[in-house]
């Protein structure tokens, strides 16, 4: 890539992302993924079109994930799989809204899945689950901004999930 190419997003203080375009969310995202080694837990916080599922199309494809599998929001399945360098299991909890308390981690197969070292999770709206997932995580907070805009606000939890924090601040170029 050159130096001459036009900037795709802004970095922000305090450690977070303006985000000018779905093509900067994707390119942030990518280099998020092309860091990941299996075992990572994204939490994706923010609301409806705030640009979650069009983060998690970067990060697949920073994981590997041919451009042929189209990745789209799980509502109605609630989760997908996409094979790639790792596996990136992807969840769309919305639907459970209003449920709270009935799903857990078991019942959604989740449990298994955040022990999996050869894959990813990646959640929307994990706040329906409560606390459960929250331990150890990267959380990625998705907010609008101006038009086409989006702030990112990143808040990991974890030495894991801190350090892969920090290594992305650092290598994200716009
Ligand atoms: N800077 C931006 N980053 C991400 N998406 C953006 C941006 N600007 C505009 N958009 C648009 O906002 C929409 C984001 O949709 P997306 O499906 O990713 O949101 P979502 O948070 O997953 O929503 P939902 O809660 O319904 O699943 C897309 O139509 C995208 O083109
Ligand atoms: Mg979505």
């Not at 901004?145 to 716009?174: C, I, M, T, Y």
């Amino acid at each position: 890539m050159s130096n001459q190419e036009p900037s795709v997003g802004l970095a922000m203080g305090a450690g977070g992302f303006l985000l000018t375009s779905p093509i900067a969310t994707q390119a942030l995202a990518e280099q998020l993924g092309a860091l990941c080694q299996g075992g990572e837990v994204f939490l994706l916080q923010g609301d409806l079109g705030s640009g979650k599922t069009c983060f998690i199309q970067g990060l697949a494809r920073g994981l590997g994930v041919p451009a042929s599998s189209r990745v789209t929001s799980p509502t109605f399945t609630l989760h997908a799989e996409y094979s790639g360098r790792l596996r990136l299991n992807h969840f769309d909890l919305y639907r459970l809204e209003g449920e709270v308390g009935k799903a857990n981690l078991a019942s959604l197969g989740l449990d298994d899945m955040l022990l999996d070292p050869e894959a990813v999770l990646a959640v929307e709206w994990p706040e329906i689950l409560g606390t459960a997932l929250g331990t150890e995580a990267l959380t990625i907070q998705l907010s609008h901004a101006g038009e086409g805009e989006r702030w990112l606000n990143p808040v990991a939890a974890g030495n894991k999930h801190r350090d892969l924090l920090s290594l992305w601040q650092r290598v994200a170029h716009f």
